[in-house]
């Protein structure tokens, strides 16, 4: 069992030194690998409590792009270490279908007059260092408090499979006590997400699941049936002259029982500084509460007024996708007299590169300017701000339109790192993933996103889009029902592919419709070819008819369209130097075709491999790897 002492846990002729980060058996200590024995702190310090690989990556690895071979081979390097065998384990058990739980066994006698053991040291993760005293101390009192009500409720009453899930919180929106501490409170609501998110071992629901989970005022229990929600926190804020008074509540979901409370009342001069004290105390105070480890903090500044219009224009761009080019332009016009208004306001630039980022792909004429103009403001919110995470955003999507892949990579997951709660991050992390034809690794950091985020229509269209190009259509088609408008364009081609021919004309009727918010500017003539193209797929001699509706359409709008992979007297090449452009321009995710398993003719012709080379994945694969569907012979790559 641990010792608070020594934060060590010492089971029959083992001992794990969780602070010296050394493995002893026998009394003579057993070299691992680093993440080798970040795998095996995580599953002792939890004993009897099964993990899932997913659990396990995301925790030791951090959304990191790692084959499911990695975590195989750091579980042997253990079971050796341990002196395990691995058809008759004694502590480290292989759940078949789920993943591992680590089993602990009566400690030695000598082991019994141990003190005490101290719950959070039981449960906090070994990895980030220890918070030094004088916050143990300021908190000290929130901390006892905690452990005599939370805890023996989280832990001896909740049944087995409670114990297994997650803690998962969902931040109510702070209400508003006057009608002008509205922005504040929303800023404060949006601060608090950020931040927790980075709480290792904490799952928080992201901002667009609270939104549409509370839009009605739903109430606790319906939060649970919902989202999974374990905790959640509420409060109030409220503007009294120069000073900000906020309530905040941490809540058992199940219950209803209040676990802990603190009222903060705070100088509002720098309201931006002040929410982010705010939301570190609170990071702090549950991470304590809850045995996890605290985010690192970070600060910024900046006047009420400034940062109620700031919020205005972010609201601007976080309404609904898909957002209407005049809202970004709007935007943009608005961010630069903030920028030109305060030079070094960071979140300022940053949400400029944003926009402009945006506007490259709503306006192809301009994306060159537009796209050197949001690197310059990224390189600049980045300098005064390197805890922004949406610098690394535009900076990662330029990358992965250069073909830089690693540095692609590495900066969409150093966004992540920086805020767990910004899923655009994720989102576009796997859709790289995918354009590198890493489907399997994709499909993972779609199907966590979707936990985390479950009622954004966007998690389920990526993630359907994803379960079809690996050739599971029938799980895509539940994604895909769930993606609502998002899901449309999707939902057809799974159609075609499943044999479901009398949905495809149904389907296609809508596009353009009053509902198909997503294509407004050329639904009507995607409506025609898709009509077309319905009849076409059962009935060859549509086709003349459905590339004339195709053809149209690609000159009035300068884009690609999607039924020319199944055109039967298609130019293959032009076909994969089409799909090329569209993921060289970002503005469609349907460059997925050219891995879509069912379309394996892209892959067979010679024109693919041109493609590999001219676009570094082929580069990139000799260096860290082939996906899973594909194999080098002598002269080729050859993809399922």
């Known amino acids: 069992m641990p010792s608070s002492a020594s934060a060590r846990i010492v089971l029959d002729g083992v001992v794990i030194d969780l602070t010296g980060r050394q493995l002893l058996r ?81 400690a030695p006698p000598g082991a019994a007059s141990a003190p005490a053991t101290d719950p959070l040291v039981a449960t906090a993760h070994p990895r980030p260092p220890r918070a030094p005293a004088w916050a143990i101390a300021a908190l000290l009192g929130l901390l006892l408090l905690a452990a005599a009500v939370f805890l023996p409720r989280a832990y001896d009453a909740a049944p087995a499979s ?85 309530h905040l509540r941490l809540v058992d979901a199940a219950t209803g029982r209040t676990l802990w409370t603190q009222d903060y009342d705070r100088d509002v001069a720098d309201v931006l500084a002040l929410e982010r004290d705010i939301a570190q105390a609170v990071a702090g105070a549950l991470a304590l509460n809850l045995g996890l480890a605290h985010p690192a903090a970070a600060t910024r500044g900046g006047d009420a007024d400034f940062y109620r219009r700031y919020l205005a224009v972010q609201a601007l761009l976080r309404a609904p996708p898909p957002v209407p080019p005049e809202r970004v332009e709007l935007a943009e016009t608005r961010l630069r007299q903030l920028v030109a208004e305060q030079p070094r306001h960071a979140p300022s630039h940053a949400a400029l590169a944003a926009a402009l980022d945006g506007r490259a792909y709503l306006r192809p004429e301009l994306a060159i300017e537009l796209r050197q103009d949001a690197a310059h403001h990224a390189a600049l919110a980045q300098r005064l701000d390197p805890a922004l ?41 796997a859709m790289a993933l995918a354009s590198l034809g890493y489907l399997d690794q994709a499909e993972q950091v779609m199907r966590r996103g979707a936990r985390r985020d479950p009622l954004n229509q966007g998690w389920h269209f990526g993630h359907g889009r994803i379960l079809d190009t690996l050739g599971r259509h029938r799980e895509a088609l539940v994604e895909l029902q769930r993606a609502g408008r998002f899901g449309r364009y999707g939902r057809w081609f799974n159609a075609v592919w499943r044999g479901d021919h009398a949905a495809l004309p149904v389907i296609a009727a809508g596009i353009g419709g009053p509902e198909d918010t997503s294509s407004r500017q ?71 075709l050219l891995w879509t398993r069912d379309l394996a003719y892209l892959r067979e012709d010679p024109a693919f491999q041109d493609y590999l080379h001219r676009s570094g994945i082929a580069a990139y694969w000799d260096k860290h790897g082939l996906p899973a569907q594909c194999r080098r012979d002598a002269r080729r790559y050859r993809c399922q």
């Open 162 to 246: 409670a114990r297994a899930e997650p803690r998962t919180l969902i931040v109510m929106p702070l209400v508003a006590v006057g009608e002008g501490d509205r922005d504040i409170a929303f800023g404060l609501s949006e601060e608090l997400i950020s931040t927790l998110s980075r709480i290792r071992g904490l799952r928080v629901i992201a901002r667009d699941s609270t939104r549409l989970a509370t839009a009605d005022g739903a109430d606790l229990s319906r939060l649970v049936r919902r989202l999974g929600v374990s905790h959640a926190l509420e409060g109030s804020a409220r503007q009294a002259g120069e000073r900000l008074r906020v």
């Open 522 to 592: 050329y639904g009507p003539l995607l409506r025609q070819s898709y009509l077309l193209a319905s009849r076409a797929v059962v009935d060859p001699s549509a086709w003349p008819r459905t590339r004339i509706a195709m053809k149209e359409f690609e000159q009035r709008t300068g884009l690609m369209n999607f039924l020319s992979v199944l055109d039967p007297q298609r130019d293959t090449a032009a076909v994969i130097d089409g799909l090329d452009q569209v993921r060289r321009r970002s503005y469609s995710s349907w460059d997925l």
């Open 26 to 106: 026998d009394g003579e200590v057993r070299p691992l690998e680093p993440k080798a024995f970040d795998v095996l702190a995580l599953l002792a310090s939890e004993p009897g409590r099964a993990f899932s690989r997913d659990e396990i990556l995301d925790a030791v690895w951090g959304h990191r792009h790692v084959t499911p071979g990695v975590l195989n081979r750091v579980i042997t390097l253990l079971r050796q270490a341990l002196g395990e065998d691995a058809h008759h384990p004694r502590r480290l058990h292989t759940l078949h279908g789920i993943g591992y739980r680590f089993n602990e066994e009566p």
């Open 389 to 429: 995470p949406e610098p690394y955003l535009v900076q990662a999507s330029a990358a992965c339109r250069g073909n830089q892949w690693e540095l692609c990579l590495s900066l969409y997951r150093h966004a992540t790192d920086l805020a767990p709660s910004e899923m655009r991050a994720q989102f576009q992390y």
